[in-house]
């Protein structure tokens, strides 16, 4: 019998939560009798208020403090993109996956911590072996992208040193967050308010991937494509792998490393950031837009007969007592 690579096997005993239903797969978490579309567009509406309110209550918090410094960051109608304001935006970002899992909790009644996995763990053990096994070609294919043209904007000594801290420190926060609250709580929601479990799992992808798309607000075709397959991709992973963990390690590598090559690129980071409508993507794109579609069939292939556990472990019916002779 043919046996999954190592690298997908399962680490760790699942929890046994009677609130988790029983043998279904990530995306059907949160399906039931009913479809509860109105509780779920409530939901949806709740993590896109987290989005907003997050970045915005704490960027106008720093904001007092990075004005009191001299410096003008967007919160504050201005343009400086500072250490200060680039760690406010991960740390915000971060708090949507405590704040999916209450979400969650809330409206559904199942514990946050399902949205790690159908183990209810994140099992740190497949995410480190497929760091090792996906994440060279996935950091070489990256950090070519730097290799085109890019336009150059001065930046400090001491903003250079802030930047690449708060960066290898606090966006993988910001992708984890990312994750749990769209390929997470989204996809659970939108997969439940189907009967069939294929059409749940279509409309997942499919919706998550388009919102997330626009919340990005890219118009240049490459960037649309690419934005699409890759938030498509994670939430294929996340399905076959019945978990987070594979798709928030290739979003955690892919937004780490951009964000710290960008400033010893000098590259102008704010711009880039806030002005994705007007971004012109290139041929390349196509490069990393062909990579996740074949980290997407590795992973499908090496899950086609085992590997980490797709649906919820099954609970043993509770044993009767036997009658005292």
């Not at 971060?94 to 994140?122: D, I």
């Not at 950091?139 to 290898?168: C, K, M, N, Q, R």
């Not at 409508?277 to 899950?303: C, D, F, K």
């Amino acid at each position: 019998m043919t046996t999954a690579p190592n690298w997908l096997m399962d680490d760790g005993a699942p929890r046994n939560d009677p609130a988790v239903p029983a043998g279904v797969e990530y995306h059907r978490v949160l399906a039931g009798e009913r479809r509860r579309v109105g509780r779920g567009i409530l939901a949806i509406v709740l993590l896109a208020a987290g989005f907003v309110l997050f970045p915005t209550v704490i960027g106008q918090g720093l904001a007092l403090v990075d004005v009191r410094l001299g410096n003008s960051p967007p919160a504050a109608g201005g343009t400086d993109y500072t250490p200060l304001h680039h760690a406010g935006s991960m740390i915000a970002l971060g708090l949507l996956a405590p704040w999916s899992m209450l979400v969650q909790r809330l409206l559904y009644g199942v514990p946050g911590a399902s949205l790690h996995s159908v183990t209810s763990r994140f099992r740190f053990g497949l995410f480190g072996r497929a760091l090792l096994v996906l994440g060279p070609v996935w950091v070489v294919v990256v950090l070519l992208g730097f290799a085109t043209p890019v336009e150059e904007s001065p930046w400090s000594h001491t903003d250079l040193v802030a930047i690449l801290l708060a960066t290898l420190l606090l966006t993988p926060l910001q992708a984890a967050g990312e994750e749990y609250g769209v390929r997470g709580l989204l996809l659970r929601v939108v997969g439940g308010w189907t009967r069939g479990r294929r059409a749940g799992l279509v409309l997942g992808i499919v919706v998550s991937s388009v919102l997330f798309t626009l919340v990005h607000g890219a118009t240049d075709a490459y960037l649309v494509l690419w934005y699409l397959v890759l938030f498509g991709g994670l939430a294929v992973i996340t399905w076959r792998t019945g978990g987070l963990e594979i798709a928030v390690m290739l979003h955690a590598v892919l937004n780490t490393l951009s964000l710290a090559a960008a400033p010893y690129l000098r590259i102008d980071l704010g711009a880039a950031l806030q002005g994705r409508s007007e971004t012109v993507g290139t041929a390349y794109q196509l490069v990393p837009t062909i990579t996740v579609v074949v980290l997407t069939a590795v992973v499908w292939w090496a899950t086609r007969r085992t590997g980490p556990a797709r649906t919820t472990p099954s609970r043993l019916p509770e044993r009767t007592p036997a009658p005292v002779a």
